[in-house]
């Protein structure tokens, strides 16, 4: 590991804790004795999401987040539950153990957790997703709600 001040390649380990995404680790550089933190995660094989359109891509753990955070802007929910949420949709996601997964799955998930937290941030989500074109598909899904 290479110190990020000094580029010294020798470092030791001062504190190690498990975090969500992987293992924390606290170093202290060797030579110049500043401190700095790593993180380790966890190497996963990569699932394809199975598009509306039968394309495959690759699941992109950045492009659930944009999506999820852009449906709460400007809400008051604190962002640990958003994170949390989003872990919880990845866990389940991975938990299927199939390598191939369709976007309604992940899009069902995304819509109850994030109706768990906030009503007009799962509108914002569902008018995406559900591909409103008028005000009657509004309407209809906050009389869902």
Not at 39 to 52: A, C, L, N, R, T
Not at 68 to 85: G, Q
Not at 92 to 105: D, M, P, Q, V
Request: with cysteine.
């Amino acid at each position: 590991m290479e110190c990020p001040y000094c580029s010294h390649s020798q470092s030791k380990v001062t504190n190690k804790r498990s975090s969500p995404s992987g293992i924390r680790r606290r170093r202290e550089c060797l030579k110049c004795h500043k401190r700095f933190t790593t993180y380790e995660q966890i190497s996963q094989s990569d699932i394809y999401v199975i598009k509306k359109d039968t394309r495959r891509e690759i699941f992109d753990h950045e492009k659930l987040s944009r999506g999820v955070y852009k449906s709460f802007e400007k809400r008051p929910v604190p962002k640990n539950k958003i994170d949390r949420a989003i872990q919880e949709i990845e866990e389940l996601i991975r938990k299927k153990g199939k390598k191939e997964i369709k976007s309604e799955f992940i899009g069902e998930l995304v819509m109850k957790r994030i109706k768990k937290l906030d009503q007009v941030a799962y509108i914002r989500f569902a008018s995406v997703y559900k591909d409103f074109q008028d005000l009657e598909d509004f309407k209809k899904t906050m009389k869902e709600i």
